[in-house]
T-cell receptor
């Protein structure tokens, strides 16, 4: 079945550092890929998405590129801020399906 | 404002005492779903509904029930809660659209079963 594997957390960085959170997936066909963010005490919000190979999703300075050859969708940001502290979830949705399959989440803490 | 609401946000109960967590969306979405979030496991789907009166099991349905009598509401029912159902629960909704269709999540319900 479909699955998502995320880099183990927690991740702690200093402000203005470069961020990468790795995400790889296993799926049949061509799934849609998503990054969701969960700020403390809140629900999940869509951060960015990509629906086909080589698509790049971007939002709030974050980017991720759909790489079919490596089955990856790594999240990157060039210069993180304290307000980026949250839990980040990589997820996929199979073609013709509605269900989201989530990775285990990565807790990110940014220190000033 | 487009939103998914859940109630209650926090709940402490005892084993065996029936409870219902409500979920409502104001976006006229066909699809609704319940997830539970546990440390190290991410979110796992409990039940989902493709439209009114159409529901089906997700990956972890044991111990839960749902109903979809109206399009906007999708309550989660725990007939006889047990401590292993202590978790953070999220309701989500989306339209039955294309590849990039976004699911919108409620704020979560934190449940403790003693």
């Amino acid at each position: 079945g479909n699955s998502v594997t995320q880099m183990e957390g927690p991740v702690t960085l200093s402000e203005e550092a470069f961020l990468t959170i790795n995400c790889t997936y296993t799926a049949t066909g061509y799934p849609s890929l998503f990054w969701y963010v969960q700020y403390p005490g809140e629900g999940l919000q869509l951060l960015l998405k990509a629906t086909k190979a080589d698509d790049k999703g971007s939002n709030k300075g974050f980017e991720a590129t759909y790489r079919k050859e490596t089955t990856s969708f790594h999240l990157e940001k060039g210069s993180v801020q304290v307000s980026d502290s949250a839990v980040y979830f990589c997820a996929l949705r199979g073609r013709g399906a509605q269900k989201l399959v989530f990775g285990q989440g990565t807790r990110l803490t940014i220190n000033p | 404002e487009a939103q998914v609401t859940q109630n209650p946000r926090y709940l402490i109960t005892v084993t065996g005492k029936k409870l219902t967590v409500t979920c409502s969306q104001n976006m006229n979405h066909e699809y609704m779903s319940w997830y539970r979030q546990d440390p190290g496991l991410g979110l796992r789907q409990i039940y989902y509904s493709m439209n009114v009166e159409v529901t089906d099991k997700g990956d972890v349905p044991e111990g839960y029930k749902v109903s979809r009598k109206e399009k906007r509401n999708f309550p989660l029912i725990l007939e006889s809660p047990s401590p292993n159902q202590t978790s953070l629960y999220f309701c989500a909704s989306s339209s039955l659209g294309g590849l990039g269709e976004t699911q919108y999540f409620g704020p979560g319900t934190r449940l403790l079963v003693l």
